[in-house]
């Protein structure tokens, strides 16, 4: 297989990130087109490894996740006033068209570490979306309508969900809760959002302050387990930087070499396995955005150092 993919596939569309966007939000838009150019500038990656997600999703991905209501509601922009609050954003015809879009490049890179063993789409990461409702800055989940996809493709019958965001994958959680095919791993700091958390199938609540020594013996400490446990025919992994200690939002106190070493481990661990891995960028909370890019960038490092190894 490697012979057909030289290069480490990545996914990416130019409409990931829009606008206009307000100046003062938390969650910065442009961090997906911030994160390709940095990419791109710094020699991480060219512009042959990129792959392009199909422009129109069928709505069938996102029904099969999502109560279908909801999902028209949202793509149609009739969901109440309250409903959008609770996302956190503004409802516009291209959000729906980027929500789909970053979900459609998750599918995309889960189709493509099945063939080429790694795959890693830059956004994505959507965890905080339920079956009936978005919060937290995500509407539709990304993570579960990719492990459906190939599951409802005959491409994958297991599917294991590593979440590392610094937040709970609660919506990813909920979605999965009675269903033994998709294993849900969730390591989080237990005083962040969602205050009230789902019930994953292992759940790793770290105090405010942890830092890199005692996540990463934390994480060799459980992930083979997880791995043997949950015999996955693929691995989705949530790389979320809100873990580092600079975030604003996260409360744990991860450096960014700490960080590396983290997306390295998962990557390294799983393909040594002979496990398919697609990451997701997932949260990152940060004023400066050269310096949110380059936290962003980490996973595309790890991934290309374990890709070369082979
Ligand atoms: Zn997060």
Request: hydrophobic share 40%.
């Amino acid at each position: 297989m490697r012979a057909l993919c030289s290069r480490l596939p990545l996914v990416y569309h130019a409409k990931y990130s829009f606008e206009p966007w307000p100046a003062a939000h938390r969650f910065r838009m442009s961090k997906f087109v911030d994160l390709h150019d940095h990419l791109l500038g710094r020699g991480i990656a060219t512009k042959e490894q990129l792959h392009a997600p199909i422009d129109d999703p069928p709505d069938e991905w996102f029904t099969a996740v999502h109560d279908a209501d909801y999902y028209f509601g949202f793509t149609d922009g009739t969901l109440p006033a309250p409903a959008m609050r609770r996302i956190g954003f503004e409802w516009s015809a291209q959000l729906v068209e980027r929500t789909r879009l970053e979900c459609a490049g998750t599918v995309l890179a889960a189709r493509l570490a099945l063939e080429h063993g790694l795959a890693c789409n830059l956004g994505g990461g959507t965890h905080h979306a339920h079956r009936d409702f978005g919060s937290g800055f995500t509407i539709l989940n990304d993570l579960a309508v990719s492990a459906r996809y190939v599951q409802n493709t005959g491409l994958a019958a297991r599917v294991l969900i590593v979440d590392l965001d610094v937040h709970q994958g609660d919506g990813t959680a909920s979605i999965f809760a009675s269903d033994p095919t998709v294993y849900t791993l969730s390591f989080h700091c237990g005083k962040n959002f969602p205050f009230r958390k789902s019930r994953s199938d292992l759940d790793i609540d770290l105090p405010p302050g942890t830092s890199d020594d005692a996540y990463l013996a934390r994480l060799a400490d459980v992930l083979p387990r997880v791995l043997q446990v949950a015999e996955p025919d693929l691995v989705l992994y949530d790389a979320g930087v809100d873990v580092a200690a600079v975030d604003t939002l996260g409360y744990l106190d991860l450096s960014d070499d700490g960080i590396y070493q983290r997306d390295e481990y998962v990557l390294r661990t799983c393909r040594a396995a002979g496990l398919p891995v697609a990451t997701v960028i997932g949260g990152g909370y940060c004023t400066d955005l050269d310096e949110l890019a380059s936290r962003h960038a980490i996973v595309f490092r790890a991934a290309q150092a374990v890709w070369e190894r082979g």
